[in-house]
């Protein structure tokens, strides 16, 4: 799994150096088809990048452990600003 990730890794940063390439190029050489090229390396790299965040996520423990050590003070800071709406 590690090899994988680390592969998805390096893929994804030779993707965006093409993909740098290919845009900061284009206007000089007229390269063909370059913004679909582009706009297709972007929704490649969104996947791997989806792929590898996909580990990320907070489990069920980790949640209910943020929400503990969630205390007072947080909550009138937060009423202050306003954003008693995002409050777990």
Do not use: R
């Amino acid at each position: 799994m590690n090899k994988i990730k680390k592969i998805a890794k390096y893929t994804t940063n030779i993707l965006c150096i093409i993909n740098a390439l290919l845009l900061g190029l284009d206007p000089i050489w007229h390269i063909p088809y370059a913004d679909k090229v582009s706009a297709t390396i972007i929704v490649i790299v969104g996947v791997i990048g989806t792929y590898l965040l996909g580990d990320k996520a907070l489990t069920k423990p980790a949640l209910e452990e943020i929400q503990n050590n969630f205390n007072a003070d947080d909550l009138e800071l937060l009423a202050e600003e306003g954003d008693v709406e995002n409050v777990i």
